[in-house]
């Protein structure tokens, strides 16, 4: 009778530990889990769709898996996400491309450590008031157009379109607007089209009838690479196993992203201001859940050919080893 006890007793434990060994989505334990560097880090991110992923990671228990905790830490801009991790108040964080690939050519040391989203058709227009007499590119010669942030993605994929129907940069004058403020920017006068994507795309078209007169990611721009995740060279260096434990698990969620709209769409309300409805309605980019120096280098290559850097940059040189993985 005793040993039947201890029988059951055993069987219970292990039950339990299975149990707790399954927690946060049922993924088992990563091999590394217990041996990182810092189990806790701090991730910086916009509430935008690009970035779902890591929302996708936390709900699904992917970092758990891996030993590893996430907190999200909402910022304003790449800029300013660069400044953060340097000072180490941030880990690791979402930038684009072009403020990466700035940065560099400046002499920043810092490592891309995983990619995030990349442009579709339909992610990033130029938009004009429904009557605007504004019909295609070649019409926004002497006007103003609004981008979220100058010298950086916006005003290259819309110099890339300028080109294309035989204008200059010069015959365009770009103003500086958040994205939620430019359709109310552009009603009242202040300028004649802006640069917008999702989901202020969907929404200046339903709530103010703004209309599209160009996909700012075609030709040279097409399937752009648009955003990633940013550790300084010394963190990454420093933490091969928590960066390993990272990009694995954002690698599991940006394949899920991928292959499941309707993941995307439930994590979005959770940390936007995207209500189910909406999310349910825009055009979403592409999740990459490899981060490809191929790729990459299309955008530092377009940089140096519209002038934003001096020097080419070869892409490889700015990801962190795949030796950390």
């Not at 059951?8 to 060994?21: E, I, K, N, T």
């Not at 108040?89 to 995983?114: E, M, P, W």
């Not at 992203?257 to 309300?269: I, N, T």
């Not at 999740?287 to 934003?308: F, H, I, N």
């Amino acid at each position: 009778m005793t040993r039947a006890l201890r029988c059951h007793a055993l069987v219970l434990g292990l039950a339990a530990a299975l149990a707790l060994s399954g927690c946060g989505g049922g993924q088992a334990p990563s091999p590394s889990a217990g041996a990182l560097e810092k189990a806790v880090i701090k991730v910086g991110t916009l509430p935008v769709p690009d970035a779902v992923a890591l929302y996708i990671a936390n709900a699904r228990g992917l970092f758990a898996a891996e030993g590893l905790t996430v907190e999200p830490v909402t910022i304003t801009g790449g800029a300013a996400a660069l400044q953060q991790i340097e000072s180490a108040a941030l880990d690791v964080s979402q930038t684009n491309y072009v403020s990466t690939f700035l940065a560099v050519s400046r002499g920043r040391k810092i490592k891309l450590v995983a990619d995030m989203y990349r442009a579709a058709p339909d992610t990033f227009t130029i938009m004009v008031q429904k009557n605007s007499p504004i019909r295609t590119v070649a019409d926004l010669k002497g006007k103003t157009l609004l981008v979220n942030n100058l010298g950086n993605i916006g005003t290259l994929a819309v110099t890339t379109q300028l080109k294309a129907a035989g204008l200059a940069k010069t015959d365009v004058t770009f103003a500086k607007t958040p994205f939620p403020e430019m359709g109310n920017a552009i009603t009242s006068g202040q300028a004649d089209a802006g640069w917008v994507t999702e989901p202020f795309i969907t929404a200046n078209s339903k709530a103010l009838s703004f209309r599209t007169i160009a996909d700012t990611m075609t030709g040279p721009t097409a399937d752009l690479p648009i955003a990633g995740w940013v550790a300084t060279e010394q963190w990454a260096r420093q933490n091969p196993k928590t960066l390993a434990a990272f990009r694995r698990a954002i690698s599991k969620a940006q394949q899920i992203a991928s292959g499941d709209r309707k993941a995307v769409e439930a994590a979005l309300p959770t940390y936007t201001k995207i209500d189910r409805t909406t999310a349910e309605a825009i055009t979403l980019g592409a999740y990459p859940s490899t981060l490809e120096a191929s790729r990459l280098q299309k955008v530092a290559d377009l940089m140096l050919e519209y002038d934003y850097i001096d020097a080419p940059i070869d892409v490889k040189s700015v990801m962190a080893s795949p030796d950390d993985r």
